[in-house]
């Protein structure tokens, strides 16, 4: 379509302009007396004046972002909008301000500048008196920078406002989160303030109770689950409060959520506040050190004691976890033929698969477990049967893009080590000539000019070695890669990759009963 022509301000319709209206309300606009003008409705009402007033025949489209922050460019609405400008979908784009649309003036200015006219987009801000068809190449270009850095500060300046406000609000007692947390409620007549919640809370007092009296968090967990004691999602699910449904038959108490109860200070009175910070306006939150968190005494009504919350802290984390080992291939592929819950790996000197529900919800029918070792043989097992039952698809197609992926990568690995040997080995040949010239001038006399390099090509040869090594290892796993021939658990990266390219699932109810669903 052809943009409709404007002269001297009347108004000749050659064709229809397609006009794409952006509309943008942050949560810090939202309440207030002097930004009202800002809300969607109004926004939308000036768009549209504005456009009848200049515009014969035009196409609307709206975007919008309704409480989202100008300074990130990551809104849904006005992500949607320039996708749409790079299709050419539409000739201009209409905002009541620039601030609307951005309070980052270096990227509000990139985009009137650069990315618009380049894609052929007219650009229009009505408050600003900003039309990009007039004022592209004129020394208004420095009016509408300067307009978009005051955006830009005034944007920093209210999120500053807004963080010293809340932290006001914070030090004077008031609980401002939007959630209270477990066992509480908002009080009816102030919500800054939290009050007990009766059956909740008797939940909470039972877990204290049962930590007091030596009892471990997954213990609990068993107990609370076997009791039929609703976890705290279905204490807000029976309010109203929120809705949700379970992966499997219902929702389970496990030792994550035990935990997080136990080391809470907020039932023993307290408030904490103050745990994150952002290193810029719209960034993500950054945990900080606990010696900085700030604590609040005797905020509110506890649920259980002081003694009793600090007698728990005493007996708890103490963690004798060893390092860290990377995840089994297998983990998210093998579920419960019982409950459907992802099974679990127990490691030690045989390690095995068990299902948690066995244990924390008492489902008898449960998998109590199956080797490791042996569930991989199996798969192994299995896997090659399968891709031997359909040899034209193997054919056709002998690695998918995942598989090929991890060859490829084994392969250029190997192709770069095989590099580094060669280099070596030059540099071998480099030194070891250069010794036996320094040689032949300590045998003519010139014993001031010798210099041996025994040492250094000691090392060098040390380094072959080690490249030679790892070539011949690189030569392995390239094999591997391409037979199928490998070990689950030594080759992870491998296995990962063609476990995740012909099975959806590995249903175990015993070391009897596996079933594999493959992939279409």
Not at 144 to 172: H, I, M, P, W
Not at 272 to 286: A, D, M, P, W
Not at 458 to 470: C, D, G, M, P, T
Request: proline letters at 3%; one cysteine or more; glycine letters at 8%.
């Amino acid at each position: 379509m052809r943009k409709q022509k404007e002269s001297g301000g009347s108004k000749d319709a050659v064709d229809i302009i397609r006009i794409a209206i952006y509309i943008r309300l942050s949560k810090a606009d939202n309440g207030k007396v002097q930004e009202e003008s800002n809300s969607i409705s109004m926004q939308r009402i000036l768009i549209r004046k504005y456009i009848t007033s200049k515009f014969t025949s035009c196409q609307i489209t709206e975007y919008q972002d309704d409480g989202f922050p100008g300074t990130d460019f990551n809104r849904p609405g006005v992500q949607k909008l320039l996708e749409d400008a790079r299709n050419g979908k539409f000739d201009c784009v209409v905002v009541k301000d620039f601030s609307r649309f951005g309070r980052d003036y270096i990227e509000v200015g990139s985009y009137l500048e650069q990315i618009f006219p380049f894609l052929g987009i007219r650009f229009i801000s009505i408050n600003d008196h900003y039309d990009s068809a007039s004022y592209q190449g004129s020394t208004t270009d420095l009016d509408v920078n300067f307009r978009n850095l005051l955006y830009d500060l005034y944007s920093k300046d209210l999120s500053q406002k807004v963080k010293t406000s809340l932290r006001a609000r914070k030090e004077g007692g008031q609980y401002i989160s939007a959630n209270a947390p477990f066992g509480y409620e908002k009080a009816p007549d102030d919500r800054h303030m939290l009050v007990i919640c009766e059956d909740e809370a008797a939940v909470v007092r039972k877990i204290f109770s049962l930590a007091l009296q030596g009892v471990t968090s997954s213990q609990t967990a068993r107990k609370l689950n076997l009791e039929n004691v609703p976890a705290p999602i279905e204490f807000k699910i029976r309010k109203g409060k929120t809705s949700r449904k379970p992966k499997g038959d219902k929702f389970y108490w496990n030792n994550s959520v035990i935990c997080s109860i136990l080391r809470n200070p907020v039932y023993a009175g307290d408030l904490e506040y103050g745990k994150t910070e952002k290193e810029q306006v719209g960034g993500r939150g950054i945990l900080k050190a606990r010696t900085e968190w700030k604590v609040i005494r005797n905020h509110h009504v506890p649920v259980i004691s002081r003694e009793d919350f600090e007698a728990v802290q005493k007996n708890r984390g103490k963690s004798h976890r060893k390092g860290k080992k990377s995840r089994h291939p297998l983990i998210g592929k093998a579920v419960c033929g019982c409950c459907r819950h992802n099974l679990q790996v127990r490691e030690g000197l045989n390690p095995y698969f068990t299902c948690y529900n066995r244990y924390m919800a008492g489902l008898e029918g449960c998998v109590i477990k199956v080797n490791a070792m042996f569930l991989e043989q199996v798969v192994l097992f299995r896997l090659e049967q399968h891709k031997e039952s359909r040899p034209f698809l193997e054919e056709q197609n002998p690695a998918t893009e995942e598989t090929g992926r991890y060859q490829q990568g084994f392969k250029e690995k190997r192709d770069g080590l095989l590099r580094d040997l060669r280099q070596a080995e030059r540099e071998y040949g480099r030194l070891k000539q250069e010794h036996y010239k320094n040689y032949e001038l300590y045998s003519l006399g010139k014993r001031a000019e010798f210099h041996s390099l025994r040492t250094d090509m000691e090392k060098q040869r040390e380094a072959i070695q080690k490249l030679q090594e790892q070539v011949f290892k690189a030569d392995e796993q390239v094999h591997k890669a391409e037979t199928g021939k490998f070990i689950i658990d030594e080759d992870a990266g491998l296995a990962s990759g063609i476990i995740e390219q012909y099975i959806d699932e590995i249903v175990i109810y015993d070391e009897k009963n596996i079933e594999i669903k493959w992939k279409v």
